[in-house]
């Protein structure tokens, strides 16, 4: 995982995380170039880690879902609800992944089924 990092630091700049890096690298890999930290919604800072946005599909990575990140808290999980939701009313749809679906490759499969759609 940290040579994926590094290669797709070098490649495209600093990532947020090592997460986003990797998928990164997965996507390129795969020739699918979406737009990055996505504002989707214009008043709200909210902003998706991708964004396919022809398509209206969204892509978050969701860090710490074992070790009680940010997303698994209390106010940090009631904010993604708030923004996920918006998000779905305003007709994106949105594809979430953890690590272990990021690093199996099953979210690059779940994307790219998702766009064929």
Known sequence: MKHDHQLACKLYGPTPSRLEATLALHLRS?????EREYRFHATRRWRFDF????QKIAIECEGGTYSG????????FAADCEKYNQAALDGWRLLRFDGR????GEALAQIEA???K
Request: glycine letters at 16%; aromatic letters at 4%; zero cysteines.
């Open 101 to 104: 679906m990021i690093q199996s």
């Open 30 to 34: 795969a020739g699918l170039d979406p």
């Open 114 to 116: 998702a766009l064929k």
């Open 69 to 76: 990140g940010r997303h698994t808290r209390g106010a940090g």
């Open 51 to 54: 964004a396919f946005p022809a």
